[in-house]
């Protein structure tokens, strides 16, 4: 029998709160940056379809099960591996996870500078003055390494400050505001938008269907890797924020359909915020990545109140990025606190600090941070995944995590159909995504990096398991407690 000693956890405030935790979690540069000019590139109407689709019958069901898993084991990432895979070498796939969320942050939180920058300069009305120029401004702004450093060491800052105060008194504060208050951004550049000449025809891109582009495998490939990666599936924040949640919270309704409903309303608002506009003035929908801080930003001087319009979006943009990294970083804290002997206080600036220092590179040099990005989102987080998915599909049994803490004083019940999805379907398509990319990207860096991460990381994972629970007895994976609940 266990003689470990378990300490008070802490818990949401509220529902709402974990609700707002989990959306301010998974809404993220994915949503208000990426998923409009994705949608641009790939048809639209069409690609919203493919998308909705993949996420309520994919992502949606590993949601649930990520947030039941961190539920039933009140455990950060490393304590619910263990949890089920018992102590030793296999609970390194655990730290995998922690990795690439480390990895994941030390990039995006140049990113969130990026946002920070520009929603200052909105507020300065920056992007409205005479002879100005989005590329220049741009190009300028990433020039200028000391800058890009300066806002990286601000930011992490921020978030250290807000995680201090925990999750009750820092997190959820943040975020029962910070993500409101993004919607409403969002919902008011809408309103904005569609009262322009022309607006209609960017209604009419984002709701009109072209069939064909549901017949392209390019367009299902993006939807799905949008609809994985842009909730955060399987990077462990869904366990972490599903831990702190109390008993009588429900799992699929807040951790499953609330969340994939609020995920896929802001990508699809922020589209019906930017495509309005952008048609209106004659801008192309899939002017790709540049969209929002190159050809939006040239629109704002051509249409009335302007200004103001750029301090809504770039306000909302900075919110959801600074939300997201806020409770990616808590992932890490919250498992380096209850797997070492440091305090909150200590464990969250000997994190921040680590981001921090992990994280200059690609503050440095944005070519770097988009080497990274596409390493890690088409390599590093399918394998977290994948860790996070063996341990429930695989090694508990999505049936007994359903009984125990799925349906727990669930408003919708979840019924067998889910067990083979989270077993079997996910993982397979998770799988059918890398392989796509490998053989696209054959032989290129971005591919030996990959290896590199496939490898390199379960083997250090395993390695710092083996030795760390070296003096622990090894037991039985889960001691469930008798009868289902």
């Keep these: 029998m266990s003689t470990d000693t378990k300490t008070a956890r802490a818990e949401w405030g509220t529902r709402f709160g974990f609700l707002m935790a989990m959306i301010g979690a998974m809404v993220g540069a994915g949503n208000v940056w990426r998923f409009p000019f994705v949608m641009g590139q790939n048809g639209g109407g069409a690609f919203i379809v493919a998308f909705v689709t993949?996420?309520?019958?994919?992502?949606?069901?590993?949601?649930?099960?990520?947030?039941?898993?961190?539920?039933?084991?009140?455990?950060?990432?490393?304590?619910?591996?263990?949890?089920?895979?018992?102590?030793?070498?296999?609970?390194?796939?655990?730290?995998?996870?922690?990795?690439?969320?480390?990895?994941?942050?030390?990039?995006?939180?140049?990113?969130?500078?990026?946002?920070?920058?520009?929603?200052?300069?909105?507020?300065l009305f920056s992007?409205?003055?005479?002879?100005?120029?989005?590329?220049a401004f741009m190009n300028a702004f990433f020039a200028n390494s000391a800058l890009m450093i300066g806002l990286h060491t601000v930011v992490m800052a921020t978030v250290a400050a807000v995680l201090l105060l925990g999750i009750k008194r820092g997190v959820e504060r943040i975020v029962v505001v910070a993500v409101p208050a993004m919607?409403?951004?969002?919902?008011?550049?809408?309103?904005?938008?569609i009262t322009l000449p022309g607006a209609t025809e960017g209604l009419a891109f984002a709701f009109s269907i072209d069939w064909v582009y549901l017949t392209y495998s390019s367009t299902w490939i993006e939807a799905l890797g949008q609809a994985l990666f842009s909730t955060g599936l399987g990077w462990g924040i869904a366990l972490t924020v599903g831990s702190y949640l109390r008993e009588y919270d429900d799992v699929p309704l807040g951790g499953g359909v609330f969340t994939a409903i609020g995920e896929s309303s802001i990508g699809i608002l922020a589209a019906l915020a930017i495509f309005p506009i952008i048609f209106a003035v004659g801008v192309e929908p899939d002017a790709g990545a540049g969209l929002a801080f190159v050809s939006l930003v040239q629109v704002f001087p051509e249409i009335p109140l302007g200004g103001v319009i750029g301090i809504m979006f770039f306000g909302g943009f900075f919110l959801a990025t600074f939300t997201s990294g806020l409770v990616i970083t808590e992932v890490t804290?919250?498992?380096?606190?209850?797997?070492?002997?440091?305090?909150?206080?200590?464990?969250?600036?000997?994190?921040?600090?680590?981001?921090?220092?992990?994280?200059?590179?690609?503050?440095?040099?944005?070519?770097?941070?988009?080497?990274?990005d596409v390493t890690f989102a088409n390599w590093g987080l399918p394998l977290a995944t994948l860790c996070i998915l063996f341990a429930i599909g695989w090694v508990m049994g999505p049936e007994r995590l359903r009984h125990l803490a799925v349906n727990r004083n669930a408003g919708i019940h979840i019924g067998s159909w889910w067990d083979p999805v989270v077993k079997y379907l996910t993982p397979t398509l998770l799988v059918f995504i890398m392989g796509y990319f490998a053989y696209d990207q054959f032989?290129?860096?971005?591919?030996?990096?990959?290896?590199?991460?496939?490898v390199a990381f379960p083997v250090a994972g395993y390695a710092i398991m083996s030795v760390a629970d070296g003096g622990r007895q090894t037991s039985t994976a889960v001691d469930a407690p008798g009868g289902d609940d």
């Design 54 to 123: 993949l996420l309520f019958f994919i992502a949606v069901p590993g949601l649930i099960a990520e947030t039941a898993f961190g539920r039933y084991t009140k455990k950060g990432v490393i304590g619910s591996f263990r949890e089920v895979l018992g102590p030793g070498g296999a609970v390194g796939l655990g730290v995998v996870v922690v990795m690439v969320n480390i990895a994941l942050m030390s990039y995006y939180s140049p990113l969130i500078g990026w946002t920070m920058y520009y929603a200052g300069h909105s507020l």
């Design 333 to 372: 804290v919250t498992t380096i606190s209850e797997e070492t002997r440091l305090s909150r206080r200590g464990t969250v600036l000997t994190v921040c600090t680590g981001i921090w220092a992990l994280g200059l590179p690609s503050a440095y040099s944005v070519d770097f941070l988009d080497f990274v």
């Design 443 to 454: 032989g290129s860096d971005v591919m030996i990096a990959g290896m590199v991460v496939l």
């Design 183 to 193: 919607v409403i951004s969002l919902f008011i550049m809408v309103i904005r938008g």
């Design 127 to 135: 992007f409205t003055s005479a002879g100005f120029e989005a590329e």
